[in-house]
């Protein structure tokens, strides 16, 4: 069996006095595609910056790659949720995309022509490539977020961390998103936090429901136990296509 | 004007200003981008506390100045890492302790009548030689720095989260930004005047920003722009007779409205920061 990329062990994490996550166990297999869902608060982003090692657990333990987290950032890729984080920054699609090179050769700080070769092949990967020199401000939101990606994925990582990257996409670009991390997925595993269910059953190999508990489902399909227990899909029945995501109950 | 270059005071003056614009035009832009700006004049006001303790201790200057500066900077750095909810606060306090704790140790400082205001508008027309060695220095220094950490720096500034990821060292980078700031703002106070100092700093990275595709381009941009400033600055102040850092500051001012005409849309986007991100960052 396909070794576990991802274990969690008994994790807990507050904010202050706000218990954000409790009795967390999760364990990700290598090649999996993880959907995260759960409604707005309930911890999504908050799990996913302790698997990265931007935040640390109050309790409890994590395990990425056989590591601690921050020992292992960079074979991660990540896509941040606020894309509009500075976007009055001097800085072209090119540079951002070559951030995500940065530091990934041990012992050098600048960028090798080679570094530049791969961020053009991400950025045209995503469509985006014509912006190489274009800067940040004047990209759409839907160009940006592909920036975005291309910079997690121009160091080749071994997993894929997104926090709704569909957020800022059309329905073209989404579809296009959703086709481009399946191919990905052949060899990286994937995380995707996200909030568009009715893609569910196409892509995602799992889901990992998270309301401050969290409950991971091995197929890709939301349980009764899920809807029950931990109150997830809400945002499912709002969107009104409940078919296409919940099996037979 | 040029007949006036006999003189060596108006010499030094030119050089100074244009040493300045260029440090300034540096340290600004990564100021500027990093909205460390308030941070920036908190250590640039608690620089007075270092101007009294050295007369009153009767250390040397520049040792008393710097070393006070350092100390509150790194205070205020430590302060917006841990709780950046209240280093607005936290600043402000030290920014006006800073300045009595000057103000108090200059009254009894015996024997001795410190003009303030040469410190907040400078002496640029009394500039000492050796002054422009120390600036010379620092400005080689600061261009080996930044250009060594570039592509940290510029990770850190425009995705501080991201640069993390990537293991650039986020905290002493910005701890380095923040001491290379004080050392700069103490340095050219004594020349140009600490008000000038943040003039130099904000305005030309401001007008900058806009049309430069990296934080390169913004840094040579800003360090054009206050060379521009500075030279139009000094002139009026000859013609005129006025201030020299005055008439600097209001010719920046100046350029700074103009700018903010050019794109009407800058004060939308302007105000957008301000309410969006308006507290420092580190």
Known sequence: MADTVIDIQDLWFSFGDQLVLKEVNLKVRSGDFVAVIGPNGGGKTTLLKLMLGLLTPNRGRIR???????????????VPQDIHINKTFP????????????????????????????????????QVGKYNGTRIGKLSGGQLQRVLIARALVSTPDILFLDEPTAHLDSQGQSDLYELLRQLNESITILMVSHDLTMLSSYVKSVACVNQVVHFHDEAEITNEMVDMYHCPVELLAHGIPHRVLGKH | MLESLQFEFLRNALLAGLMASVICG??????????????????????????????????????????????????????????????????????????????????????????LMSYLFGSILAVPPSSLWQMLALG????????????????????????????????????????MTAI????LMRVVGLILVIALLTIAPFIAE?????????????????????????????????????????V?????FISLLFEKRAWVRYCLRVTDHGEDRP
């Not at chain 1, 790659?65 to 950032?73: D, M």
């Not at chain 2, 700069?184 to 340095?187: E, G, M, N, P």
């Open chain 1, 64 to 78: 990425v790659l056989g590591k601690a987290p921050r020992s292992v950032t960079q074979r991660i890729g990540y």
């Open chain 1, 91 to 126: 800085i072209s699609a090119m540079d951002v995309v070559l951030m995500g090179a940065l530091r990934i050769h041990p012992g050098r700080i600048r960028q090798s022509c080679e570094d530049r070769v791969a961020a053009q092949q991400a950025l045209d990967r995503m």
């Open chain 2, 26 to 115: 540096c340290i600004g832009t990564l100021i500027v981008v990093n909205r460390i700006v308030f941070l920036s004049g908190g250590i640039a006001h608690a620089a007075f506390g270092g101007i009294g303790i050295a007369f009153f201790f009767g250390i040397p200057f520049l040792a008393g100045t710097m070393g006070f500066s350092l100390l509150a900077a790194l205070v205020m750095t430590a302060v917006t890492l841990r709780a950046k909810h209240r280093a607005d606060t936290i600043i402000g306090v030290l920014w006006a302790l800073g300045m009595a704790i000057g103000v108090i140790l200059l009254d009894l400082t015996p024997g001795y009548t410190v003009d």
């Open chain 2, 140 to 179: 080689c220094v600061m261009i080996v720095v930044v250009r060594y950490f570039h592509y940290d720096l510029m990770a850190m500034s425009y995705d501080e989260e991201f640069a993390r990821l990537r293991g650039v060292p986020v905290r002493f980078l910005y701890f380095l930004l923040v001491s």
């Open chain 2, 184 to 187: 700069s703002i103490v340095l």
């Open chain 2, 210 to 250: 806009r049309y430069s595709k990296s934080l390169y381009q913004m840094m040579l941009g800003s360090g054009a722009l206050n060379i521009l400033f500075t030279l139009l600055g000094l002139w009026l102040s000859y013609r005129f007779n006025l201030t020299s850092g005055a008439s600097i500051i209001l």
């Open chain 2, 252 to 256: 920046a001012g100046f350029f700074f």
